[in-house]
């Protein structure tokens, strides 16, 4: 009924030579739900196209159940697929659109009773008789999903089922199919460019950077124990703040990491993980602190493990239930490539081209053919601002270094000075390539396993 999908060291080039996908090896479990994440153009969908037969592979081996599948049919691999588009047939109604695919598999028998059944299990009973143009975006959709489960595929292959709808209606159909892939027990892969929808659906989430993978875990491990800085950036709202610092760690006095014009002490004695910096001592690294990793609070009020920056109001971005406001702490901000997926409020592509340098672009496109450095470390004055879900200022950069999280009651304007109390349990610390030092990159084995 279900399946397990494995990729060895699949990687695919196109006629022109450029490999899209690199070397990527996945292991999926029968029944699991497994969330493709990357940013527009990373190789998502190729990947599920050539899970499903669509697309060659160019090297590497799927394995189906433990059996190498390179070379099966399509129709061979009994698995279903979803598109964006819906693809619906415009001149059928929803009972012909759903029975097709069971009519080309089995001629001479009734699809009927499959039909009524997916559409049951759907709630669409009453959209039977209808045709597509008589549809809704979200109705169209779930016709989509039940020409899909009609045909009991061993797998689902969903390539962002959901990015033509609108917010509301996304958060509905996500609910739906997280519940009715579960009900279903089948193997599912779904592919979008949305984290809060990778977070949302999947029991994993593999992150992919221009065709190479990132990271693959679970949505809380991901989150917490980020492989590198494009993964801490890609993941999580607001973003991840990531700030240019450089380590200090005197033989005769307390280790530091000064950000520009003020720096983070690091309480004695050090953590586990913050010795792992001392080798760092006199290099940059990139500090990463999410918003929940630092509050505005008087000074005399810091618990143990907060130490004190104080902030520049430049912004206040007020958003109902809470506040986004923007700092100015004096550091500079790192600049992470790639992320190019659309977020809410993310400063539009063709802003970004502006100031940025030559040099800049080159690393920047240097980064996105061959997924090389996950961060660039601009020179000093040069450097830009990360995108984030910010307003930018008049001149197009983006006000302040630090976004902190906050409640509507605290009254914040442009302008003032704020003391900030930052939680150094929560410290990401990240070294000149993107790899995360801090927390410890590896927590040691479980004995018992
Ligand atoms: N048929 C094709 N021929 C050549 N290049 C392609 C083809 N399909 C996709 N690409 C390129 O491969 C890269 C990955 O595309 P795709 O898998 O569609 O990414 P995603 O789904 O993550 O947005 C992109 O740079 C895209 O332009
Ligand atoms: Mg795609």
Same mark, same amino acid.
């Given at each position: ?10 990687s695919?080039?196109?006629a022109r030579g450029? /490999? ?5 090896? +996945?292991?999926?479990?029968?029944g699991?739900f ?6 527009? !153009?990373?190789?998502?969908?190729t990947?599920l196209?050539?899970i499903?037969?669509? @697309? @060659?592979?160019?090297?590497?081996? #799927?394995?189906?159940?433990?059996? %190498? ?6 129709s ?5 697929m979803?598109f964006?588009n ?10 012909g659109?759903i029975?097709?695919? #069971?009519r ?7 699809p009927?009773? *499959?039909?009524d059944?997916?559409? *049951?299990?759907?709630g669409?009973?009453?959209? +039977?008789?209808?045709f ?5 975006g ?11 489960i009609?045909?009991?595929?061993? =797998?689902?292959l969903?390539?962002?089922? #959901?990015?033509?709808l ?8 996500r ?14 892969? %779904?592919?979008?460019h949305?984290?809060?929808e990778?977070m ?7 992150v992919l950077r $221009? ?5 693959v875990?679970?949505?809380r491990?991901? %989150?917490?124990?980020?492989?590198n800085?494009?993964v801490?950036?890609f993941i999580?709202t607001?973003?991840?703040?990531l700030?240019?610092? #450089?380590v ?5 006095g ?10 983070l ?16 001592? $006199?290099? @940059? ?12 609070a008087k000074?005399?009020?810091? /618990? ?6 104080? $902030?520049?109001?430049?912004?206040v971005?007020?958003?109902?239930? @809470? ?6 702490? !004096?550091?500079?901000p ?7 997926a659309?977020?809410? $409020? ?7 081209? /502006? ?7 080159l ?9 090389g450095p996950?961060?660039v470390?601009?020179e000093?004055?040069? =450097? *830009?601002?990360?995108a ?6 008049p001149? !197009?950069r983006?006000p302040?270094?630090?976004i ?20 150094l349990a ?7 390539h993107?790899? /995360?030092?801090?927390?410890a990159?590896?927590r ?6």
């Open positions: 009924m279900t399946r397990a999908i494995s990729l060895h060291d699949v695919k080039t196109y450029v /490999r899209v996908v690199d070397r990527l090896s +996945l292991d999926i479990a029968p699991e497994l969330v493709l994440l990357g940013p527009s !153009g990373c190789g998502k969908s990947v196209r050539m499903a037969g669509l @697309e @060659e592979i160019t090297d590497g081996r #799927l394995l189906l159940d433990g059996e %190498y599948g390179n070379d099966l049919l399509p061979e691999r009994s698995m279903a979803v964006q819906f693809a619906l047939y415009p001149n059928m109604t929803t009972r659109n029975g097709f695919p #069971l080309v598999e089995a001629p001479q028998a009734d009927g009773p *499959r039909v059944a997916t559409a *049951r299990m759907l669409i009973e009453d959209l +039977l008789d209808r597509p143009a008589q549809l809704s979200g109705e169209r959709q779930r016709v989509a999903m039940g020409r899909a009609a045909r009991h595929p061993t =797998a689902f969903m390539d962002e089922p #959901l990015s033509n609108d917010a509301k209606l996304r958060n509905h159909l609910a739906e199919i997280t519940k009715l892939t579960r009900e279903l027990g089948v193997t599912t892969i %779904y592919v979008t949305d984290q809060s990778a949302s659906l999947g029991d994993r989430v593999a $221009g065709g190479v993978l990132q990271q875990d679970t949505p491990a991901v %989150y917490a124990l980020p492989r800085v494009f801490a950036a999580g607001p973003r991840i703040n700030l240019r610092g #450089l200090r760690a005197p033989l005769d307390a280790m530091t990491i000064s950000l520009g014009k003020q720096f002490r690091l309480p004695e004695p050090l953590s586990l993980d913050h010795q792992l910096l001392r080798v760092q001592q $006199g290099r @940059e690294v990139i500090v990463g602190l999410r918003s929940e990793a630092v509050r505005i000074p005399a009020s810091a /618990r143990p493990g907060e130490v004190l920056l104080t $902030g520049l109001v430049e912004h971005e007020f958003q109902g239930h @809470e506040v986004l406001v923007h700092f100015n702490t !004096g550091s500079q790192a600049v992470v490539p790639d992320l190019e659309p977020r809410p $409020g993310a400063r539009p592509a063709g802003r970004r081209r /502006r100031d940025g340098t030559v040099l800049n672009r690393k920047e496109r240097a980064g996105a053919l061959r997924a996950v961060a470390m601009d000093p004055g040069v =450097a *830009r601002p990360a984030g879900p910010a307003v930018a200022a001149d !197009g983006l302040g270094d630090l902190v999280r906050t409640t509507p009651d605290i009254d914040l304007r442009h302008g003032m000075q704020v003391p900030l109390l930052v939680d929560h410290l990401f610390v990240f070294d000149q993107g790899d /995360r030092i801090c927390p990159p590896a040691l084995p479980d004995l018992e396993e």
